[in-house]
């Protein structure tokens, strides 16, 4: 009788012990989540919102965002894309399309350049705040 109790004690125990599968997933994606840091909007160049590219790229800062899951961060993570992009004023923006514009701008990582995806994903500065409201 004792060997029974202690037996079914001990089978109690192990299956209180084993993890709850659904939360672990939850706290894998948090824990991605909280190392990637906020999701960065990231804008086609647009002449008229960041400067004629012959003179203005000198104030644009050439930085790296990672593409993971659909989305931009500044963070990576294992997994995620290097994008080199530009920023100005906390804003982040693809390079010129123009072909004239490969190999300018010497701090520019040429080697993760945008791909098509990036560019059809980037946000167009120009119609931004359209159709909202009263013009």
């Known amino acids: 009788m004792r060997i029974r ?27 991605i989540g909280a190392r990637l840091g906020p999701e960065v909007s990231l804008y086609a160049y647009s002449q008229p919102a960041f400067g004629d590219w012959h003179t203005a ?3 644009w800062t050439p930085t790296t ?32 399309e123009d072909r004239a514009f490969v190999g300018k701008d010497k701090r520019y990582n040429n080697k993760r350049a945008p791909i098509a995806e990036d560019r059809g ?3 167009n500065k120009d119609d931004e705040g359209r159709g909202r409201g009263k013009p």
Do not use: I, T, W
């Open 5 to 31: 109790n202690v037996v079914a004690a001990l089978v109690l125990g192990a299956a209180v012990a084993v993890p709850n599968a659904a939360s672990a997933q939850v706290s894998v994606g948090v824990n």
């Open 65 to 96: 965002v990672y593409f993971y899951n659909g989305h931009y961060y500044r963070k990576s993570v294992k997994g995620a894309r290097a994008v080199a992009v530009y920023s100005r004023n906390g804003e982040y923006f693809m390079p010129p």
């Open 121 to 123: 994903r980037a946000k």
């Open 57 to 59: 790229y000198k104030q």
